[in-house]
């Protein structure tokens, strides 16, 4: 089970990407075509920033050199589906997934974004809500980053959910975990 400061960087910040030895990720290569196989690989080793934009929605940017190069638009809504080149013209006439929706399944399945069927804005809430507690229970002085995260809780709560920048908040937590002096522990 992932920490949470690693449930937010993974998907914010595509750190630490060592997570993605917690998925069995050999088992699925083993089950699935070459082809499909090689997106697998990519999905897990390449640099990645993930956000939600509505439930089974969501923005991936690839990122190369600390540098965004691309963002796509992915929807997991009934048939997945992405707006990368890749997948249009090789994965979708082939009935395989790009490196991005694998992304965002593996993100999922580590609970580092919502689920297809998962309200983002209430998944938010809660994963600040959890942050929270973990801050809590750590022996360091974490008072800076509970007063950040906090920050962050009413500024969702106000912006409510058709204002608020996933993009942004996420970041900020994020960024606020991996700054907590109980994070480098």
Not at 74 to 83: D, G, Q, R
Not at 85 to 97: E, R
Not at 146 to 173: A, C
Request: proline share 3%; with cysteine.
């Amino acid at each position: 089970m992932l920490r949470q400061p690693d449930k937010a960087t993974l998907s914010a910040f595509g750190v630490p990407d060592s997570l993605f030895e917690e998925l069995d990720l050999e088992e699925l290569k083993d089950s699935i075509t070459n082809t499909e196989a090689k997106r697998v690989n990519s999905a897990s080793k390449e640099r990645f920033y993930v956000f939600p934009r509505a439930a089974g929605q969501y923005i991936v940017s690839s990122v190369e050199e600390g540098e965004v190069k691309e963002t796509y638009q992915i929807n997991l809504n009934s048939t997945a589906a992405c707006s990368c080149s890749d997948f249009m013209y090789n994965c979708s006439p082939n009935g395989i997934s790009c490196k991005h929706i694998w992304r965002i399944r593996f993100l999922i399945k580590l609970n580092c974004i919502p689920s297809k069927t998962m309200d983002p804005y209430s998944w938010l809430i809660s994963e600040l809500y959890k942050d929270l507690q973990w801050l809590k229970n750590q022996h360091e002085n974490t008072e800076k980053s509970e007063e950040e995260i906090n920050r962050l809780i009413n500024n969702l709560t106000k912006l409510g959910r058709y204002k608020m920048d996933y993009k942004k908040i996420m970041k900020k937590r994020a960024h606020t975990l991996m700054m907590s002096e109980a994070y480098t522990l």
